[in-house]
């Protein structure tokens, strides 16, 4: 009979073990983190569990969102409290061990062996008796000394996203290049300049909304949705790319704005940027504010390009090719274009072009002088470049810096800065490099060459000659416009003003017709 009773005592003690060893049912299910009543967490963080039971242990799928980075884990808690092999991102290996402290509650300690030495982790976990809430006292010891935060869980896929704050520490570095110089065009001072956006994050990023601000905090003009994608490009993207918004880690973004300014330009602009992260579940929006970038120096004015009637100026917009210009020549990312006009001509009937298209003499641009819009030395001089049959293009010249600007005069003006001719007849260049020239003087003549579809003056200034440099702004001292074209089926057409009106200082919109002294 004694050996009976120890038998007995022994499989109750068996029957003990197996059910103080399994946790209670309740734990299973989705939870996600209520960054609200959390404290301590690291920025921006949210953190979803789906937690299954096998076997008397329970498995726990751990995926964490934070301003710096995602991550998934998985981890096996086993009610045994012997060691069972761990591992943790960045901290290292070691063993984890965990004990039932109650109908609902447990705790676990893992010790761990990393890079940066030794790491002990301790969490008690509890749940609220109706199972719907679950926290999660977490304390860390290491070489980081020792922290301590606490979790809050509910049970479900998501919880209401706090409101949009302000953060810091969001890894982005917003830049810009070239500091605007204002101008006037229209009527109106203009700031143009690019917002360059590197993602420091390790993960996506979405690009909600822009705000451009004054020195006083007035607000210039905002972007969100179908605006901001309008005007952004993504370097090193296709140009097919659907979400240009949506920004990898280590990939740039960079934002063209043209800002009209009612009144004087301000002495600074600021910029407020929003963000939220893709594979975020609340959507939560983390706002970014640069510090101020001052307003760079006013313009410089110049004389026209060119004398007479009908001119028009073409492709200078937001959204120009010239604009958005940004490509890499000899290791260096500018826009020398920034500010590039196009200036074909109507001739005195109204008319741009007759006859047979395909022949240059035919436009009313072709042939007409060239001059020179200051007092300055000739920089460099390219000629010889055959003319190309408009429309078409001869073969590689659109991949040769030089080339690409065909027979072509550029002037060093004071200031170092250079004003560039492209385009131009072959043998119509009358100067040489080095001499100098002034204002008035004739250094070519209108044509057709180079990475051209059909004749016109391409004209622009920068800090670089031909395609090097950045793009600056500029006005013309003195013109008047005399009418605007209006695209009309495939040809544009325009009709004059009643009155001409007489303009100073200023850059000719696009598409204005105007008429130099």
């Not at 690291?42 to 008397?56: A, F, K, N, V, Y």
């Not at 007849?425 to 060459?449: F, M, T």
Request: with cysteine; net charge negative; charged share 20%.
């Amino acid at each position: 009979m004694k050996t009976l009773a120890i038998t007995v005592c022994a499989g109750a003690m068996s029957l003990l073990l197996a059910a103080t060893s399994a946790p209670e049912p309740g734990f299973e299910g989705t939870w996600s983190l209520d960054g609200r009543r959390s404290t301590a967490l690291p920025p921006g963080m949210e953190q979803r569990m789906t937690i299954t039971e096998d076997g008397g242990s329970l498995q726990v799928k751990t995926f964490i969102v934070t301003d710096f980075g995602d991550r998934t884990q998985e981890d096996r808690y086993v009610f045994d409290e012997a060691g069972h092999d761990v591992q943790n991102p960045g901290l290292g290996a070691g063993k984890r061990t965990a004990r039932l402290t109650g109908r609902h509650a447990f705790t676990s300690i893992d010790r761990l062996t990393g890079p940066n030495g030794e790491t002990t982790i301790e969490r008690a976990w509890s749940m609220t008796d109706d199972e719907r809430e679950l926290t999660i006292e977490l304390t860390s010891s290491g070489f980081a000394g020792r922290t301590q935060t606490r979790r809050v869980f509910v049970r479900g896929e998501s919880v209401a996203p706090p409101p949009p704050s302000a953060s810091r520490l969001f890894p982005v570095d917003l830049s810009i290049p070239i500091a605007p110089s204002p101008f006037r065009q229209g009527g109106k001072v203009q700031l143009v300049y690019e917002l360059v956006l590197r993602n420091f994050r390790a993960g996506d990023i979405e690009w909600k909304r822009l705000e451009v601000l004054d020195d006083a905090g007035r607000t210039l003009e905002a972007f969100e949705g179908a605006a901001l994608a309008a005007n952004l490009s993504r370097p090193g993207t296709p140009p097919s790319l659907e979400q240009p918004q949506r920004i990898g880690g280590g990939m740039v973004a960079v934002a063209y704005l043209w800002i009209e300014v009612d009144g004087p330009a301000p002495h600074a602009l600021r910029h407020r940027a929003s963000f939220s992260l893709p594979s975020a579940s609340t959507g939560r929006e983390r706002i970014v504010e640069s510090q101020p970038t001052p307003i760079g120096a006013p313009c410089v004015a110049v004389g026209p390009p060119a004398r007479g009637r009908g001119w028009v100026a073409r492709w200078i917009s937001n959204t120009s090719f010239h604009r958005r210009g940004l490509f890499p020549v000899d290791g260096q990312a500018q826009i020398a274009q920034r500010f590039a006009i196009d200036w074909n001509r109507y001739d005195d009937a109204g008319v741009e072009q007759r006859g047979d298209e395909s022949d240059n003499a035919t436009y009313s641009v072709y042939g007409q002088d060239v001059i020179a819009v200051a007092d300055a030395t000739v920089a460099k001089v390219i000629d010889g470049v055959v003319q190309n049959s408009p429309p078409n293009i001869a073969p590689g010249v659109g991949l040769d810096p030089d080339k690409a600007l065909g027979n072509s005069v550029v002037l060093e003006l004071p200031g170092k800065l250079f004003a560039t001719y492209a385009h131009l007849q072959p043998g119509s260049i009358p100067v040489k490099a080095g001499q100098q020239v002034h204002r008035g003087q004739v250094v070519g003549r209108v044509g057709n060459s180079g990475n051209a579809t059909g004749p016109h003056l391409h004209f622009h200034l920068a800090t670089g000659p031909g395609l090097q440099g950045e793009g600056v702004p500029y006005v013309i001292d003195s013109f008047e416009r005399i009418g605007a074209e209006r695209p009309e089926g495939d040809k544009p057409a325009w009709q004059p003003e009643p009155r001409p009106t007489p303009l100073r200082a200023e850059l000719p919109v696009e598409h204005a017709v105007v008429a130099f002294d």
